[in-house]
């Protein structure tokens, strides 16, 4: 399909953030996530601002329905959060609900009928066996023809990490050097459920090993370490424990305004100057598993609807929910060629202090994916980025221009997001 | 809270309108269904147009999860008619899913980012055993406080309508008046789930007991049968089983366009002049039952959109998922004041030829409620009415300006639209 070059009525800015922490949290519910990011967002505004100018909210939430037992989540956030009788809408697109909801947020202020919007993800996961979890986030694939003959996720991403392998001649080590270069990034964002490194999940498995009188595993690196099928076992070849995301409970919002109010705000608003959405066939209907065409697609509207190029793009948050995921992520966006992808990780490119740091928050890998909420928690981490307040991970160079990558399912749905700080 | 006057980027029209019939269809699904809705949209656009040309879906939906296993439904829709790669998005606010997803449309092109957009409604709930529905359904209302009190959704509505009652004085005798007036209605609509008046229940029951050799009960009129618990059982008092509607699988879809191109399509658009949503607190938690405080606000913000007065209005389609729903509405909406509602079905005010004809299409009660596309059958309602369409249920006066009113759960959700034809 031929994309129309698209634009938006009017423009509009990111002035607020916040997010729970993400983990494994069994007292809270997805209400009091969605509190604690909402207090966070509240306080992150600089100038400050008055709650109940807020005049509509757009929850991205996977499934409420089948997690908690809990439809129609919308207001009751709305609720939560001392929003009622604002317009609650929850917009649900699999794995991209947060991003398709920051989508939505956007356009709702470009049309000119809402001045100020909250968007917001939730997901509560981790009250459910791991198992039934699993089947639950089965129902994000084509049901009739992928979870019927036996798929789960990680045997579907699994198909797309064994056809990149079989093209491009990548290996398991370049999967798992995704892994690495995120547990780094997440070692150093306290907001992140694994907040530590392979090598420090490396050295406690040794002094267990010791404290326990068992032999000591005689690993060199992360890489042997990860190697090892006794700790990093299997799940579905070639994705192995440590290249899958973990399932996670958390809750993140941003505050949009019009472009021409965000100076009320902060002086160094977060301005979304480009935005795409695409939709695919299931994964079983493609003809080609090395690429996402919604991502390609997406990222090209978004790219021409900013005026700007890949090469342009600082850093991006992508979906990495598997390993493999991040490495075709960064060739959908247009950072590297095909095949490029598993070279980029191994040369350091997509690392902190590289040319194109890629999930400089840990991504899904180590923060944690609360799939509603995950979206938002990518257009969170270039907030803080490019404002120059993420802290230990801060980026060493100027973020000007920077991009979310957000997918559902296995690219049945994908969202991209363009972000100039000016 | 005071609500700001909104307006939209630019004006939207309706172009193209297409449903499934309504109905327990155990051979199909909510993708069989959609196709059916979209095969008849496309063939209603006066002037023609091609379908590529969809730039963008929004599909109301509340559970496939829950009813069929089945999430991230949207590109799956959008895959069965043809659309992939277009955005795809699923919108959820319960019972108004499809109403909330037909503002997310307007707003969708009032931005400028896409000229042409399908908004679509779908729900298959009849493979479930009628005790899963109504569970299923309960995980809209407030699952934490309402459904692990025992309640599901007749016994929140029989709490509003013995509110209704013990304020207005109003008698189970005025719900069912409802009924009988709806029903008369959808034996005038092909796609109505109970193509048939309350009448012809009763004649029926009255000739089975006659051949089934039994005694032949003495009913003179519909309420006569309508008050026999043998045949109008008792749900949730004063919900009985007439007062209830149907589970139903069922899907619609409407065509958006820039009002500019409208004419290019058909010589009689219908243009969406006014939207309004609102949220509210779970119902546990209102002062007053007797009324939909999201229902006025959404009321109030499309009116004042739009420019017009209840007074204005011709015809509106209303939600009607239960009997006192009705009355409640007419009131919400303005037609009517608080307890004149039950006057008013008593005066046959809201009959096809009364002076406000209200769910002509015989309403959710009788044409069916498939939660999702429920709010998209209105919207297709009142574009047969006003384009004089609608056949022998067409009322019998010039429609130029008409509402649809759509509720999620027990009010946490209202959406409201007014149509203007020109």
């Not at 499934?63 to 917009?91: C, K, N, Y």
């Not at 000119?112 to 066996?129: A, F, I, Q």
């Not at 079983?284 to 793009?313: F, K």
């Amino acid at each position: 399909m031929v994309m129309k070059k698209r634009k938006l009525g009017r423009g509009v800015a990111m002035v607020g953030a916040g997010m729970s922490k993400f983990g494994a949290f069994p007292d809270k519910t997805s209400r009091d996530l969605f509190a604690e990011a909402f207090g966070e967002m509240e306080k992150s505004v600089d100038k400050g601002f008055d709650p109940r100018d807020i005049e509509s909210l757009y929850i991205g939430n996977f499934s409420s329905d089948l997690f908690e037992g809990q439809g129609h989540t919308a207001p009751i956030m709305a609720d939560w959060v001392g929003l009622v009788p604002r317009p609650a809408t929850r917009v649900e697109d699999a794995c991209a609900s947060g991003g398709v909801a920051l989508i939505q947020g956007v356009i709702a202020v470009a049309s000119g009928m809402y001045d100020m919007v909250l968007v917001g993800g939730t997901e509560k996961m981790t009250n459910l066996p791991t198992e039934r979890v699993t089947d639950t986030l089965a129902a994000a694939s084509d049901v009739l023809y992928e979870a019927a003959a036996g798929f789960t996720f990680p045997g579907l991403y699994a198909s797309i990490a064994s056809a990149y392998m079989a093209r491009h001649g990548a290996t398991e080590e370049h999967f798992m050097r995704v892994g690495v270069k995120n547990h780094e990034n997440g070692a150093l964002n306290p907001k992140a459920q694994f907040n530590t490194s392979i090598a420090n999940f490396m050295k406690r498995r040794q002094a267990k090993c010791q404290e326990q009188g068992q032999p000591v595993p005689d690993w060199k690196d992360e890489i042997d370490f990860l190697k090892d099928a006794a700790f990093n076992p299997m799940v579905a070849w070639p994705m192995r424990l440590f290249d899958c995301s973990p399932i996670t409970d958390g809750a993140a919002c941003v505050l949009l305004v019009a472009e021409s109010l965000a100076k009320s705000f902060t002086d160094t608003p977060v301005h979304i100057i480009g935005a795409g959405q695409a939709s695919d066939h299931a994964l079983h209907e493609r003809a080609d598993l090395t690429s996402i065409g919604a991502a390609r697609l997406a990222a090209q509207q978004a790219y021409d609807m900013a005026g700007v190029r890949p090469v342009d793009i600082r850093i991006a948050e992508v979906h990495d929910c598997f390993t493999i995921a991040e490495i075709v992520a960064t060739e959908d966006l247009g950072f590297f060629y095909p095949g490029h992808g598993a070279r980029a990780i191994m040369e350091g490119l997509t690392r902190r202090d590289g040319v194109k740091p890629i999930n400089t928050s840990g991504g899904l890998k180590s923060k944690g994916h609360p799939v509603g909420a995950s979206g938002i928690g990518q257009a969170i981490e270039v907030w803080h980025q490019m404002r120059g307040q993420a802290g230990k991970r801060q980026v060493p160079m100027d973020v000007p221009l920077a991009v979310t990558h957000n997918v559902g399912a296995t690219g049945g749905t994908c969202v991209v997001h363009v972000y100039e700080r000016r």
